[in-house]
Each structure stands twice: as structure tokens, then as C-alpha cells.
């Protein structure tokens, strides 16, 4: 069933100009003496900037995405577009930070999905496939119920396997997926049956995808449910970590109407799952890089992993045992740094070089970066800034935001802003006319605890005005008088 939603209003907001990306000509010779790069973008779900091997994580080991860091670049200052999933990735397709996007946090649509992308956005999807490129994206969409304007088939994508609902993608062991068009039942599912691992599925259709189009340029959007609650993985891959923990079981939803359907479903040991879990992400990682290996793609193919949003602490998680935000406060649903600070690494042999960079950068940034080693399309009015000229080894040419912005919907609404080492944050816009303003130097104090307000009330001033000016309104995602949807 299919609902009919009014985008009147909502079309004003999201129209864009297009043109051919500006790419400085000395830059793009970098590129000309290669056919069209591949790209392969790999979105990890609520994983922390803590969580993998070398950024500090003890308990889980991630070796091939250790390696793929050590052999590239390692953005330390980058952020995800959101505290949660849909408007993160709104704002990657989009080019458009939370203030502009036209999805800006979770809505729901019953019976399946979330509220969707209109058909004005021209995304990143489009972009590339109107470049030559041929697009699929594997895991989790959210962007717009099935049928909708914001079904992946009609946003640009060609080929789509996996969640389209990201309530659904709550659930691993799920009673459906879709293929395009075609909702695919999983009869080993039925039930209460534990018969099919969603994500051994759509790693099998990814590494079909890059098979299937080795002859021609791809850009390969995989945005995995892994390590979102719940907190579940195949026996074998549990087994390796059964008895390593103190263990604290986790009481969830094992019938009635949301079993499956959302519902988190119970666990006995939550910390040698979300174990499991992680290093199977990490497998599946060095399976996509052996596939392009083996096809001999590996030399001509960016390859960027990185995460929607900080760690969550649904389902049984334990953020605070793994320390999975690292040296940053905050979580999932928080605009403090650990709520969006995320880890991204970016490796292209012979184009990148290893190594390691501050240059802070957001996922709005994502669509201008590809359009300018690709020399695709890329609307005129995006919020983003390409980062080509650091991945390339000009950081000298490289532009730099005046500041970043974020708002979010949820728990009263709320705001940042970073400019420079400086960051402001207020909340409950909801429950007061004018919040009081926190504010941070990121520099001497990373992990936001020393607020320097009253000390610097000009600063408070100055980044009060940039919340007020990158705020857009929006008739369905309204920042002061929000709706709260779980994801």
C-alpha cells in the first residue's frame, strides 16, 4: 500500500540549478591520464569514531580496515549529516546540510518506509549515472517509502537491493527484502525462524554488482545496517566471542506485532554481538577490496568507508564499555562531537596518499568531491565544498567552509555550528524561546566539557547569528515543534 503525500511546499524548498562541476583545470590533469574512476562509498550504521582498530579500539579487531586506512587518508576532523540516518543520508545525496535538506529527520510512512526525497532533488545518484556512471546502492535506504518519489529506482539509483524501510532495517533476519521493484519474501524467515543473515544477502548482491559492471564505470553506494541494533549475528560468528565478556542480557521484542517488524529483538550476550558484528562489517569490507583486486579494478577505484552518525544505545549496546565515541561526548541523537564526528577514510592507490588529515569536512561535501574527480554535474546552490584538491595532495588549493552547520528535530530540537576550533551548541528550541548557548574550543578541549559562554560572549553572538541564518524552514521537519521518530 502506497500513501499520497503533499510536496506542494516542500518542492519550493528543494528545486535546484545545475551545471557542469567548476574544477580547476590543474586539478582535473591529475585525473586525464586515467578512464572515469569507480567509486565505492561504504556507510557503516551507528558505528562509533572509536569503534575500529586504529582509532583506539581494544576489544574488536578490524585488520582490513586498519589497512585500508594505513595505506590512505584518514580524515580525523569529518562529519556525518545528522545524529541519526535518514536526514545523514538526505544530506549526503543532497549536498545540502540539515538547515537546507529537504529530509531533516525520521518520519515514518506506514505500512513501509520514510518520508521521501521529492523528485526536485537532483542527487548525487543522478549526477554520476548522468556522467556515464552506473549506480547501485546495497543495505539500507530511507529516503522515501517504495513507489514513492523517494524510491531509490526513481532517485537515480539502477540497481537496489536491501532495506528500503530503516525501521525494517532494525532487523536482521528480516521477512523481506527488496530488489528494485520487487519486494523478495524470505520464506527461511518465516516466523520466528532465524534462517537468512540480511546482510550475507546483500554482500552477495554487492559483489555481484561490481562483477556485472567491471566494463564500465560504477559508483557503489553501500550502506550497511551493521552495527545498528539489533545486536544479532550468524552462530559461527558469535561462537568466537561467546564467554569474552561480563555479560548483561537484553530484554526485547521476541512477538507480537513488532517482532521483526522494528522491535529489537532479545540477546544474552550484547557485548559478543556487537563484536561479531563489527568484524563481520570488516570482513565484508575486504571482500569488496579482493573482488576489486581480483577483477583488476582495485587501481582505478576510490574507495571511502565512514559512518551515518555516532554510536547508539539501543538494543543492549554498551558505548561506554567499547568507548566507542572516543575521546568525544556524546551519541547518537547528540550534536556533541561524538554524536557526529565519525571516522572516514579514503583510499585511491597511486592517486592518494597515505597519511592522515585535519581538513574538517561534512557529508554535504561528499556530492562536490565526486563531482570533481568525475567531472559530473553538480547543482550550483549545494552547501558543500570539494575536498579533491587534500585527497589529491594539493591541500594548498584546498577551500575551506566558513563554518558547518547542524540542526535535528528530536528530544526538543536542537543546533551546532563550528567555525574554526569554536563550536556552539543550544537545545530544547521547543521548550524555550531563546536556550543559552554552550560553546567549546575543539582545539584545547575535544571533548567538549570546559564551556567557555560567559567567557566569550561576542563568539556566543557571532555563532548564534550563523544558527539563525542556516536555519531554512521546512513544513514537515519543523526544528521548534518536532515529532519524535524512533530510528
Known amino acids: 500500500m502506497q500513501q499520497t503525500i503533499c510536496f506542494g511546499l516542500l518542492l519550493a524548498l528543494g528545486l535546484f540549478s545545475c551545471s557542469s562541476g567548476s574544477v580547476d583545470q590543474s586539478r582535473q590533469d591529475d585525473l586525464s591520464d586515467t578512464p572515469k574512476p569507480n567509486i565505492v562509498y561504504i556507510l557503516a550504521d551507528d558505528l562509533g569514531y572509536g569503534d575500529l582498530g586504529f582509532t583506539g579500539q581494544q576489544h574488536i579487531k578490524t585488520p ?8 590512505g587518508m584518514f580524515f580525523a576532523s569529518h562529519y556525518s549529516g545528522s545524529t541519526v540516518c535518514a536526514p545523514s543520508r538526505s544530506t549526503l545525496v543532497s549536498g ?61 539509483v539502477d540497481v537496489f537491493f536491501g532495506y528500503n524501510c530503516q525501521r525494517m532495517g532494525h532487523n536482521y533476519y528480516p521477512y523481506h527484502l527488496w530488489h528494485n521493484q520487487d519486494s523478495l519474501v524470505l520464506e527461511e524467515n518465516a516466523g520466528t525462524n532465524l534462517g537468512l543473515y540480511a546482510p550475507d544477502l546483500i554482500q552477495e548482491q554487492t559483489l555481484k554488482f561490481i562483477e556485472d559492471n567491471q566494463e564500465n564505470p560504477f559508483f557503489l553506494y553501500v550502506p550497511s545496517i551493521i552495527p545498528h541494533a539489533e545486536l544479532i549475528a550468524p552462530g559461527e560468528e558469535m561462537a568466537r566471542h561467546l564467554g569474552r565478556f561480563e555479560e548483561t542480557p537484553y530484554q526485547g521484542v521476541d512477538e507480537g506485532p513488532n517482532y521483526k517488524i522494528g522491535g529489537y529483538m532479545s540477546q544474552e550476550n550484547p557485548r559478543a554481538a556487537f563484536v561479531a558484528m563489527v568484524e563481520l562489517l570488516d570482513r565484508q ?72 588529515t585535519d581538513h574538517p569536512s561534512a557529508f554535504w561535501d561528499v556530492y562536490a568531491t565526486f563531482g570533481e574527480i568525475t567531472g559530473a554535474t553538480v547543482p550550483e546552490n549545494t552547501d558543500g565544498i570539494s575536498f579533491a584538491p587534500t585527497l589529491l595532495g594539493r591541500a594548498d588549493e584546498q577551500g ?78 519543523k526544528l521548534y515543534a518536532a515529532e519524535r521518530n524512533e530510528e
Do not use: C
Open 64 to 71: 582490513n580496515l586498519d589497512r585500508l586506512a594505513e595505506e
Open 96 to 156: 545540502l546540510h540539515t538547515g537546507h535538506a529537504p529530509v531533516r529527520g525520521n518520519y515514518e510512512i506506514q505500512p513501509e518506509g520514510q518520508y521521501p526525497l521529492p523528485d526536485s532533488v537532483f542527487t548525487i545518484f543522478e549526477s554520476l549515472k548522468a556522467a556515464g556512471y552506473t549506480t547501485g546502492a546495497f543495505g539500507k535506504w530511507g529516503l522515501g517509502y517504495p513507489g514513492s518519489e523517494g524510491d531509490p529506482n526513481n532517485q537515480g
Open 285 to 356: 569490507v575486504g571482500e569488496i577490496l579482493a573482488k576489486l583486486e581480483e577483477l583488476g579494478l582495485r587501481e582505478n577505484t576510490l574507495v571511502v568507508f565512514t559512518s551515518d552518525n555516532g554510536p547508539h544505545l539501543e538494543g543492549g549496546a554498551d558505548p561506554e564499555f567499547f568507548d566507542s565515541n572516543g575521546p568525544y561526548r556524546g551519541h547518537k541523537r547528540d550534536l556533541y562531537e561524538g554524536g557526529i564526528r565519525v571516522p572516514m577514510i579514503a583510499n585511491w592507490p597511486g592517486k592518494i596518499s597515505p597519511g592522515k
Open 400 to 477: 575551506a567552509h566558513e563554518f558547518l552547520y547542524w540542526e535535528f528535530v528530536e528530544q526538543g530540537g536542537k543546533q551546532a555550528v563550528r567555525k574554526g576550533p569554536w563550536k556552539a551548541i543550544r537545545v530544547n528550541l521547543s521548550r524555550d524561546d531563546d536556550p543559552p548557548i554552550e560553546l567549546y574550543h575543539l582545539e584545547e578541549d575535544p571533548g567538549e566539557q570546559n564551556n567557555l559562554a560567559d567567557q566569550q560572549p561576542e563568539r556566543v553572538a557571532e555563532l548564534k547569528a550563523l544558527m539563525q541564518s542556516s536555519h531554512r524552514p521546512n513544513p514537515v521537519f
